[in-house]
């Protein structure tokens, strides 16, 4: 079944980096685009990058555009998020996502990991 799991959150003062990993299991990951989504307490959701399956097409959310950079090895079924410069307001849960056609398109996220950015 696919699975992923995302690690390398955790607290970091505002101007610092985090990379977090997310190891992708149960599907061909070579085929798929895959996605970093983010959700602050009491805010909806957010798509904060997407790489597609060769990595050759990339694209960021406007707040994160200069600062985030999102990469994968295909090798290691693994997709990145390197994030710099971060702000408070960085601040949330971080998901993984893969979404795969089959009959329909569905959705599959990770558990998630806490990025905490304050001083």
């Known amino acids: 079944q696919v699975q992923l799991v995302e690690s390398g959150g955790g607290l970091v003062q505002p101007g610092g980096s985090l990379r977090l990993s997310c190891a992708a299991s149960?599907?061909?990951?070579?085929?798929?685009?895959m996605r970093w989504y983010r959700q602050a307490p009491g805010k909806e959701r957010e798509l904060v990058a997407t790489?597609?399956?060769?990595?050759?097409?990339?694209n960021y959310a406007d707040s994160v555009q200069g600062r985030f950079t999102i990469s994968r090895d295909n090798a290691k079924n693994t997709v990145y998020l390197q994030m710099n410069s971060l702000k408070p307001e960085d601040t949330a849960v971080y998901y993984c996502?893969?979404?795969?056609?089959?009959?329909?398109?569905?959705?599959?996220w990770g558990p998630g990991t806490q990025v905490t950015v304050s001083s």
């Open positions: 996502n893969v979404r795969i056609s089959q009959i329909v398109p569905y959705d599959y």
């Open positions: 790489i597609t399956n060769t990595g050759g097409s990339i």
């Open positions: 149960g599907f061909t990951f070579r085929h798929y685009a």
